[in-house]
């Protein structure tokens, strides 16, 4: 996976290979799709979600950038995944689900091996988590028309945002910074993501 899908496909940053080479990604996966885990491609997790293919997961790392001092925000945590792969690259992750049941497997499969940097709470990620803020980073794993302002009140200055922004079937992978009271957006590409749901976000 590392050499064939992310090293060869423009992948640099060797914390971001490393991590995603260590970390069995088939433990994030039901039985059913186990089997499936290091297919090139988006991978169902029940509730009507799914665990990003592992090179979006690696291009949305890579371009947060991530210091082994930050404190992160993850929005979707989903499986628990990308989460994993945050904890190991950061000092401290906060990582918000609205699906209780994905959030409490993810929980689950975190402890299981032995990642102690998260707290994982369920509610609607639209409103960050103001008590914790602010963050260095923070990452969404869900389509949103535009990103929540709640998000770049409770970023830290220098702070970096990735996240999927457009409609709900297509598109593109945004950075947005922060420098003072300046945002600026960089289009990464295309991409395809599940509506992010919630008050700053889309309706369910």
């Known amino acids: 996976m590392v050499e064939h899908q992310l ?12 991590v995603m080479g260590e970390l069995p990604r088939e433990k994030f996966i039901g039985p059913v799709y186990r089997e499936e885990a290091y297919e090139d491609r988006p991978v169902p997790i029940g509730a009507g ?4 293919q592992p090179y979006v997961v690696a291009l949305m790392s890579e371009a947060l950038k991530v210091e082994p001092h930050h404190r ?8 628990g995944y990308q989460t994993a792969i945050l904890a190991k690259l950061a000092k401290e992750v906060f990582a918000i689900e609205r699906i209780a049941e994905l959030a409490e ?7 299981e091996l032995g990642i102690d940097n998260v707290q994982l709470r369920i509610g609607d990620g639209t409103l960050g988590w103001p008590e914790q803020a602010p963050f260095d980073r923070i990452l969404c794993a869900a389509a949103a028309p535009d990103v929540p302002e709640a998000w770049i009140e409770q970023l830290a200055d220098n702070g970096r945002i990735v996240m999927p922004i457009g409609g709900p079937e297509m598109q593109n992978l945004f950075l947005i910074t922060k420098q003072g009271d300046k945002i600026t957006h960089e289009n990464l590409g295309g991409v395809r993501f599940v509506k992010l749901i919630g008050k700053q976000g889309w309706e369910e």
């Open 49 to 52: 979600q799914t665990i990003s």
């Open 7 to 18: 090293r060869a496909r423009g992948i640099r940053d060797e914390r971001v290979l490393r």
């Open 72 to 79: 992160v925000l993850e929005i979707g945590a989903g499986s």
């Open 105 to 111: 497997r993810a929980s689950k499969v975190l402890s």
